[in-house]
């Protein structure tokens, strides 16, 4: 399992977290700025969350040729949703959303698989 971010601070919160609950052991953390070419092959299932729909579209539009069939992803945009998902109208299918709600917070979470 692999853990990315772009920003040192952000990962290291998450190698804590990981910690925490006694997984950092089973995960590898890599500053990357999205999902690594050279990995994506031996990859079954990508979140990506936290951030505005462009910004998942570009790391999806990035490492598309990389991204092996039958991935699923699972994404949460706090913006852009439609952007995101005209994207995903070409190489993944139907997408499945799922709106979920924390606190007065709402969240849609998409979930589609790889072509």
Do not use: W
């Amino acid at each position: 399992m692999y853990a990315s971010d772009i920003a040192k601070g952000p990962l290291d919160s998450a190698r804590r977290n990981a910690e925490r609950y006694g997984v950092a052991d089973k995960i590898e953390f890599r500053l990357a700025d999205g999902i690594d070419p050279e990995l994506a092959p031996d990859i079954n299932c990508i979140i990506i969350a936290g951030m505005g729909g462009e910004t998942i579209a570009g790391i999806l539009e990035r490492a598309d040729s990389s991204i092996r069939r039958g991935t699923t992803v699972i994404l949460s945009p706090h913006t852009k949703l439609e952007l995101l998902l005209t994207q995903l109208e070409s190489g993944y299918s139907t997408p499945h959303l799922t709106e979920i709600t924390e606190g007065r917070r709402k969240y849609t979470i998409i979930t589609a698989s790889r072509l």
